[in-house]
């Protein structure tokens, strides 16, 4: 069994990744300094005997003792409330925290699994968007800071592997969702979810003509996992391609919440969609090839979840 890290490991996508990992029989070791990330998503895991907890900014100089045989960097501010909020520390993760994370990856000889994102693809012009797309991004818009924080943690992780020899791995991550994500995160699954549980309008930006498709955080894993045993060193989609309107999404959410709350639609009053994508839909003829992988749960099933989970956080929190 091995030791794996992961940086941004309290956060939605890490825990559940440390779940596994720990289910499978490793020593899983996580770094967070939870600007996005929340305990109460390590919370069971704090009493397991293979689980450590380090509350660390990987921006700073970067140690773990011992060996390390694998690394999962998903340390990031991926929400548009925080990467809106906090422009430079998003920057900074991206950049700073892969040069750190990659260069404990080379002290240490262990192999790095980069998470990144399908806002490297920015507002698409080719549709699904392949790995093979270089993208269509504004660098100087407010999604910028995100977006090419990105693109450069995948350039710093090919230069690392062509000039240091890291063996290292690079996902792009389509819309996730499910249990543990944060009700004021900003995306369109946690806002309509909790919208619709306190029984307020849906607000949908625009007329609700983008385009998203979404995965279940357990295919992700799973896919996750699968790349960062795969010899494959170029960049992996990973999500679900099954794609639809924002509207349709707001449809299906009032329906599977059986809410009575109506659809509004909104014109954003700040940057929020400001080089919005006007769609996303992931192309994995690649994963499918190199990793087998492909999604299986079904969305219903996968927001039946998340919404038991968020009806259980907002009962919590008083709604």
Request: with cysteine.
């Amino acid at each position: 069994m091995g030791r794996i890290v992961i940086t941004g490991g309290a956060g939605f996508i890490g825990s559940h990744l440390a779940d596994r990992l720990l289910g499978e029989g490793h020593e899983v070791i996580v770094l967070d300094n939870l600007s996005t990330g929340h305990p109460r998503n390590i919370a069971h895991l704090m009493p397991h005997e293979r689980f450590y907890f380090v509350k660390y900014d990987v921006t700073d100089y970067l140690y773990v003792e011992g060996t390390v045989d694998q690394i999962y960097h998903l340390a990031s501010l991926p929400s548009p409330v925080d990467y809106l909020r906090k422009p430079i520390q998003t920057l900074k993760v991206g950049a700073l925290g892969t040069h750190k994370t990659l260069g404990m990856a080379r002290a240490k000889g262990a192999r790095l699994l980069l998470a990144s994102t399908s806002e490297v693809y920015g507002d698409p012009a080719v549709h699904p968007q392949p790995e093979s797309y270089w993208g269509n991004v504004n660098p100087v818009g407010p999604r910028g800071v995100y977006d090419e924080s990105k693109r450069f943690a995948e350039a710093m992780t090919m230069a690392y592997h062509r000039y240091h020899g890291v063996a290292t791995r690079i996902c792009r991550i389509f819309n996730t969702y499910g249990p543990r994500m944060r009700a004021d995160d900003g995306r369109v699954v946690t806002n309509f979810i909790a919208q619709a549980l306190r029984g307020e309008p849906l607000t949908v930006y625009d007329d609700g003509s983008r385009t998203r498709s979404f995965c279940y955080v357990s295919d992700l894993v799973d896919g996750m996992m699968r790349l960062m045993n795969s010899a494959e060193v170029e960049p992996v989609n990973l999500g679900n391609p099954q794609e639809m309107r924002i509207i349709e999404f707001a449809e299906r959410i009032k329906r599977l919440t059986r809410t009575k709350a109506d659809i509004v639609f909104l014109t954003p009053k700040d940057e929020r969609t400001k080089d919005d994508p006007q769609t996303r839909q992931p192309d994995i003829s690649k994963a499918r090839r190199v990793l087998g992988w492909e999604p299986r749960v079904a969305l219903d099933e996968g927001l039946g979840l998340t919404i038991d989970y968020f009806r259980g956080l907002l009962n919590e929190e008083g709604r």
